[in-house]
């Protein structure tokens, strides 16, 4: 039996156990750095499939490193399994997981015939927005010696390469003064009229950026009281766009509009967070079209949409493809009008059609796996990009 073959047979041999874990992550959804069960779940299932798993790994307690192989041409699968409040597992975070725990469990047979050491990385906390798993995991040496990197990601749409921007996320909070808002309003200082400047301020300056900017955000505290002026109050809010450089020049025109409520009121003004942001993905082609190709040969279609570049999404992914080669396809569920980020897209996680993206992404992963380990000219790019230095460190 070919290495391909071999693989599609292990994950079939798994894929009731990696679409139950899929339900069970769907079912029991954790916020970001909160994942203990998908995370012990995770490890569990990737244990039973001969990978050598350690968890807790860089001090984060939901992180894993799961191993296999001891070859010399490192590759990393990433999973994910954090989920959004309120709505749940709106980004298919748990087929991510299942995906690549599929794919892992493939390799574990395969990878010391191929030459490869295959490492199952367990991200927490990707939709915190800053500081995200991936970045912490990135800087305290989990990637270190790979020499590339891939996930996939549930989507209503196959796209092999989807467009992914720089985000910085960060809150803003204002300190003003308690006063009967009525028997004496001027004795406060009204930390809700600085967030309300604030946001009319960022609301013109839409006019005066770039297209492809975002600027996003909700009131975490508006008051305690109608008859308190209030004292306190807070926003969470998301910057994007196309890369660092640009994020940077429209986080200063931003930071601008919240200092303009603070100076107009007398509120006080503290930004938290915002200096780990999310990179743009730079996708390695030749990586994504191997992943096209097994994906198509699954019978999964590729779409090409016109302006594509609009649905632009962002990830800490982004920062593993400025550090490694790197791919991020989306799979798709057939899922329109429902898009992700929708509790409608949430339903769609645990659906068969759902389920067999479980199966194919995990194929088409450990597939990618074996044609990467077989063509020289791709491995001698990798790890010739290692030895000059191109890893981060």
């Known amino acids: 039996m070919d290495a391909k073959a071999a693989a599609s047979e292990r994950v079939g041999k798994y894929r009731d156990r990696l679409v139950g874990l899929s339900h069970r992550i769907h079912g029991t959804p954790e916020l970001g750095f909160e994942e203990h069960n998908a995370a012990s779940w995770l490890c569990e299932l990737l244990s039973e499939g001969g990978l050598d798993v ?3 790994v860089c001090d984060l307690p939901t992180a894993f490193i799961a191993r296999a192989g001891s070859g010399p041409l490192h590759i990393a699968i990433c999973a994910e399994y954090d ?4 709505i749940g597992h709106a980004c298919g975070h748990n087929i991510i997981a299942a995906m690549a725990a599929g794919a892992g469990i493939a390799a574990a047979q395969l990878a010391d015939d191929l030459g490869l050491t295959v490492n199952v990385i367990g991200t927490p906390a990707e939709e915190v927005g800053d500081n995200g798993g991936k970045v912490i995991l990135l800087e305290r040496g989990a990637f270190d010696g790979v020499h590339a990197a891939m996930m996939v990601h549930p989507a209503p749409m196959e796209v092999v390469e989807p467009p992914v921007i720089a985000l910085s996320t960060f809150d803003v909070h204002y300190t003003g003064k308690e006063a009967h808002a009525s028997a004496f309003p001027e004795m406060g200082i009204n930390a809700a009229d600085a967030l309300t400047i604030a946001q009319n301020a960022i609301g013109l300056l839409r006019q005066h950026i770039r297209q ?8 975490t505290n508006g008051g305690a009281a109608p008859n308190i002026v209030p004292a306190h ?6 910057m994007r766009a196309r890369s660092l450089g640009e994020l940077a ?11 303009a409520g603070a100076l107009a009121t007398g ?4 930004v938290r967070g915002g200096d780990k942001p999310y990179a743009e993905m730079i996708h390695d082609h030749d990586l994504a079209k191997l992943y096209r190709c097994n994906a198509e040969t699954l019978g999964r279609t590729f ?3 016109p302006g594509m570049e609009r649905v632009a999404a962002s990830t800490d992914m982004g920062n593993i493809s400025l550090a490694i080669p790197s791919i991020h396809p989306s799979i798709g569920l057939n899922s329109l009008p429902a898009a992700n980020h929708q509790p409608e897209f949430t339903a769609h996680c645990i659906t068969s059609v759902a389920d067999r993206a479980v199966s194919d992404g995990a194929i088409a992963m450990a597939w990618t ?10 491995k001698d790019r990798l790890t010739s990009r290692a030895a000059s230095g191109g890893l981060a460190s």
Do not use: W
């Open 54 to 56: 350690k968890s807790g």
């Open 83 to 86: 989920c959004l409040p309120e």
């Open 212 to 219: 492809s900017d975002r600027i996003h955000g909700i009131i």
């Open 233 to 238: 109050t807070s926003a969470r809010y998301m």
């Open 249 to 259: 020049e429209i986080r200063a025109k931003v930071m601008r509009c919240f200092e």
């Open 267 to 270: 509120a006080k003004l503290e």
């Open 303 to 305: 779409v090409q949409i």
């Open 369 to 378: 796996l074996v044609d990467i380990a077989s063509d020289g000219v791709l």
